[in-house]
Each structure stands twice: as C-alpha cells, then as structure tokens.
C-alpha cells in the first residue's frame, strides 16, 4: 500500500497480469497484500525463491524439509513454531520463475484449517529513496473453513502474509545494509 492506503495502479497492473487465481469459488477469500523493501530485487528474490529454506525469513516456521530437487511439483514439509493453530503443513511448488520473479505455492496437507490454499508471490523492482528497491505483491486463495465469515479467514491469512512480509523486509534491508558497496551520496 502506498502512504494514502490505496494500491497504485502501477501495482494493480502487476497484481492484474501476475496474481489470477482461476476458478475462486463462493466458499472461498483471496486478498492481495503490497510490500516496498528497500533492498535490490536480486537480494530480496535470493530469499524468496528458496522454496527448501522458508524460515531464512518466515518467522512461523522453525524447520523444513523437501523432498526432490526444487522443481515444479517439488514438495515441502514445514513445520510450525508453537502458538499458530497447526502444526505441520505440506506445500507444493507450483511455480518458479527466476526471470519474472514468481513463486506459485499450493498446500496440499498438514494439520490446519486453509484448505485449497494457494499464494503467488512476485517481486518487481522500484527506486525508493534514491535506490534500488523492490515491490512485493503476494496474494492468496483459501477456503473458508466452516464456522468462519470470509473477513475472518481473510484478515487471519493478511495477518500472517504482513507479518511474514515485515521480517522479509527486515531481513533484505539488513542484508542491503551490510551489502552496500556503493559509494552513499554527499549531502
């Protein structure tokens, strides 16, 4: 969100061509959630694309394991740090694309209430301040369980995905900090 709490229409283009998802059903809730990092594109995608490694920046995650090579269809057994309503979750890779910057992950199984979940996560490069920055858009589709309103379920899943993209932020910036090699410009 831009500081007036509106979507640009430069983001609603990329949510627009990058973030469908077919075939929403009335059970279910999508959103789509914006995120300005300050941080090149190459650091903050080199933490996104790691399918195999979540937790380098998702801080409900403590482990997780992969089964095959990192390659569509590739599924992840993560595990979840106490406090959530689950345990366990397994997600697949749907998509993964390093010249877009796309990551597609569906959850397939594990212990807790999204079910048909599916995110899309897309990264585009933007100058703020001056620099070299990135816009994350990451949207969503769940079911609603049963008992549950659609705001419910959307505000729970916006609320994880804000609080994953915060530590995604922090982790880039603090990384871009420490990777700045440029020269900063005299005032």
């Known amino acids: 969100m831009n500081g007036n709490g509106g979507i640009t229409s430069m983001e609603n283009e990329y949510i627009y061509r990058h973030h469908k998802h077919d075939g929403m059903r009335d ?34 995650i403590s482990r997780c394991v992969v089964q095959g090579d990192l390659e569509i269809g590739s599924l992840r057994e993560v595990n979840v740090k106490s406090g959530l309503p689950a345990t366990t979750s397994t997600e697949r890779l749907e998509l993964l694309d390093d010249e877009e910057h796309i990551l597609s992950i569906r959850i397939v199984g594990g212990d807790h209430r999204l079910q048909n979940y599916s995110s899309i996560i897309t990264l585009h490069p933007e100058i703020i301040d001056g620099r070299p920055g990135t816009l994350v858009i990451e949207s969503f589709v769940v079911d609603v369980p049963e008992g549950n309103t659609k705001d419910e379920t959307c505000y729970f899943v916006e609320a994880l995905i804000k609080c994953n993209l915060k530590s995604l932020a922090d982790v880039s910036e603090r990384l871009a900090v420490q990777d700045r090699t440029e020269p900063i410009e005299r005032i």
């Open 27 to 60: 059970n279910q809730c999508s959103s789509a959630l914006v995120k300005h990092i300050k941080a090149p594109l190459h650091l903050v995608w080199s933490l996104v694309r790691r399918f195999d490694q979540p937790q380098k920046y998702k801080p409900f």
